[in-house]
């Protein structure tokens, strides 16, 4: 029998009489010296990295190393800054996985299901749904960071040793049009302009579906090999995450100081709050008026989401969600067009997030961006979102891209990563209950959506489920 570790119950103690001891010193209850709060405060990382070594899990690294970092960023200011060098090698290798990542995925979920006959009107109305409710996330995501301001009150100055701060060019609207379109893709790739990328790789998968099977399968094959691959390449960049990150913060204190990360606080908590403002005010509707059984699907995703939060993966969480949406009453070829075609078309809580980040950047650099330079940046990244993979942090590789795009600082983005991880749980989870949703009314607006009928456990490992429709008999009469 396996012995039961109360190695994070001490860990939790230690933490809980640290920030006690501190907040009873900065209100002048209780006098306690400096030096043995830093005694405290190390025992407690001490016990963290007990932790961590014991639970081998990247995700709770990452964790450890935010609290490292922050830790040496207070304590070692000095040595905190020379860290940057290893937050900015993991930045390169996140912005290296642009161009190919978003080409890739692109003209795989576009050309991929190029014969419309198969799909049918299910392929329209599922990209229209995709569009008009990720479009409604970016928009509640600006609206969120609008009226929390959380970006404002960092002093733009401490950034100066950093970087040169250049605020956005006045733009005409034939300047905003004419670099929407690359005049050399290799240029763009240089450059950073992933909205070029994108609108290349569009375009692309279009021709793509104009050429011959035979023609066009060994470019198909390429582009899934090449996305898998840049799947495999983020996860090997994800085992330097912790340093990266703990580098970041730790610079980020150093540099900054504490009052940042109040800011940081406030922005997660701002993330947070909008996406339960999202959930309620336009999941929950659209499964009203799609008359999806609210309290069945919510045992039902409990599952995907749950797997979701934990390890901040979408894709980690797709077989169950699939099989689960299946025993909900979404026929099986629904399901399997639907599902994994939201996976890049229909992040609802990655575009959220965008946007949200974006604005924060602006805001923290001190630059005032209008609403109609707010309004293009959405429109960007209405378009770049779609390239975004259901691999964990993605979003930090469109984030990245847009800032580019818009001349604005990334200093900020090294404050945001210290924080990522505890964005990346809740918007994943949004975006796996987002995608479980679309193929319930997509199936509903196809008639073909019944819950009250009992659906025998899948087995997704079985080739045929993705055949490109259920036998004629296999499938249950229509419900009027």
């Not at 609207?173 to 790739?189: G, Q, R, T, Y």
């Amino acid at each position: 029998m396996k012995k039961k570790s109360f190695l994070p119950l001490v860990t939790l103690v230690c933490i809980t009489i640290a920030a006690l001891l501190s907040v009873l010193d900065h209100y002048a209850i209780l006098a306690v010296s400096d030096d043995v709060l830093r005694v405290v405060r190390w025992v407690c990382i001490g016990f963290l990295l007990a932790y961590g070594v014991q639970k081998r899990s990247l995700t709770t690294w990452i964790l450890v190393s935010m609290v490292l970092g922050a830790e040496i960023g207070y304590d070692f200011p000095v040595l905190a800054q020379d860290l940057s060098v290893l937050s900015k090698v993991f930045l390169k290798m996140i912005k290296t996985i642009i161009a190919p990542l978003i080409f890739a995925t692109l003209v795989v979920g576009i050309a991929g299901h190029s014969n419309l006959k198969q799909v049918g009107s299910m392929g329209w109305k599922a990209i229209l749904y995709f569009e008009v409710v990720t479009t409604m996330a970016l928009f509640i995501g600006l609206a969120a960071i609008n009226i929390s301001k959380a970006g404002e009150g960092i002093d733009p100055a401490l950034a100066a040793g950093h970087e040169e701060i250049v605020a956005p060019p006045e733009q005409t609207v034939s300047d905003i049009i004419l670099h929407v379109f690359p005049e050399n893709i290799a240029k763009s790739v240089v450059e950073g302009q992933v909205l070029q990328i994108v609108i290349f790789s569009v375009v692309f998968a279009i021709g793509l579906i104009m050429v011959r099977e035979d023609k066009r399968k060994p470019m198909l094959d390429f582009c899934e090999s090449l996305s898998e691959t840049m799947f495999k390449f983020t996860n090997i960049v994800m085992y330097f995450a912790p340093v990266g990150v703990g580098a970041a913060i730790a610079y980020t204190v150093g540099h900054m100081g504490f009052g940042i990360l109040l800011n940081l606080f406030q922005l997660l908590a701002t993330l947070y709050v909008s996406l339960i403002a999202f959930a309620l005010l336009v999941l929950l509707p659209v499964a009203l008026i799609a008359r999806v059984p609210v309290k069945r699907f919510i045992k039902a995703v409990s599952g995907p989401v749950s797997i979701a939060f934990a390890t901040t993966s979408s894709e980690a969480a797709l077989p169950r969600a699939m099989e689960e949406m299946e025993k909900l009453g979404v026929p099986r070829r629904i399901v399997a067009f639907v599902m994994p075609t939201g996976y890049s078309f229909n992040l609802d809580g990655t575009t959220l997030y965008l946007s949200l980040a974006s604005v924060f950047v602006a805001q923290a650099a001190g630059i005032n961006m209008t609403w109609e330079q707010q309004l293009v940046m959405v429109f960007t990244l209405m378009l770049t979102s779609k390239g975004v993979a259901g691999v964990p942090r993605a979003s930090l590789v469109i984030l990245l891209g847009t800032v580019a795009s818009f001349n604005l600082p990334v200093w900020p983005v090294f404050a945001i990563l210290g924080i990522d991880e505890l964005m990346d749980m809740a918007r994943t989870s949004i975006n796996v209950t987002g995608n479980c949703l679309a193929t319930a009314v997509v199936a509903r607006w196809e008639g073909e959506f019944h819950p009250e009928l009992t659906t025998e456990e899948t087995d997704f490992s079985n080739p045929e489920l993705f055949d490109e429709a259920a036998k004629p008999e296999d499938k249950p009469a229509k419900v009027v």
